[in-house]
């Protein structure tokens, strides 16, 4: 898929509000600083598209851009943020999650997994959350250029190992990087089969 253009069109705090649901949409969310709005910006071929901060939860609202006119791309706000309260973490997470299952143009969500660290539990927590509320995802591994490829490697196995102790199959997985632009034309491609399936607004 060639990116011809891609532009931000709303910040929404609730997914009523959201945009009118008629093309395919697409979601993005990880833990804070995983590098997701680099990754987007990389995705789409621009430079500031998504705010890149280096203060973890920082997006705060469900961010939603227009790629090409045809399908959405949204930037959700990162979990496991610690530094704030936990009534403010608990209006994050219901908003997160009822955009999550009640959106019906969502088609999948992307979740990014920090390729440079240990697995952890929130993000565990999360995958296992989309399994039991039946939800479409990918995972994402980003910042792989960090790595070694012996290290990267063993770092994606140790994720997968610990995931296969729940799930019987794992679903697609993706590696990626914002600086190199790695693993970027796998995700359009993917991308680009599922907006084929988007007929009349349904599947």
Not at 25 to 33: D, K, L, T, V, W
Not at 85 to 95: A, P, T, Y
Not at 96 to 106: A, D, E, V
Request: hydrophobic residues 35%.
């Amino acid at each position: 898929m060639i990116i011809h253009n891609a532009e931000f069109i709303a910040s929404s705090p609730d997914y009523r509000k959201c945009p009118k649901i008629d093309k395919p949409e697409y979601a993005f969310i990880g833990r804070s600083n995983v590098g997701k709005s680099s990754l987007i910006n990389q995705l789409l071929n621009r430079k500031n598209l998504a705010r890149v901060s280096s203060t973890p939860g920082k997006t705060r609202l469900i961010n939603h851009f227009m790629v090409n006119d045809e399908w959405s791309l949204v930037d959700l706000p990162g979990y496991g943020y610690a530094k704030i309260s936990k009534s403010e973490r608990e209006k994050w997470e219901d908003m997160i999650q009822n955009y999550l299952k009640k959106r019906k143009n969502l088609l999948v969500t992307f979740i990014l997994i920090d390729s440079r660290i240990e697995f952890k539990e929130s993000d565990r927590k999360m995958i296992n959350w989309f399994g039991e509320n039946m939800l479409p995802f990918s995972i994402v591994f980003t910042k792989t250029d960090k790595l070694s490829t012996n290290q990267l490697a063993s770092n994606i196995a140790a994720v997968k190992n610990s995931l296969l102790q729940y799930w019987e199959e794992l679903p697609p997985v993706f590696i990626t990087s914002s600086i190199s632009g790695t693993g970027c034309d796998k995700i359009l491609e993917s991308i680009e089969e599922m907006n084929k399936l988007w007929v009349g607004g349904t599947l």
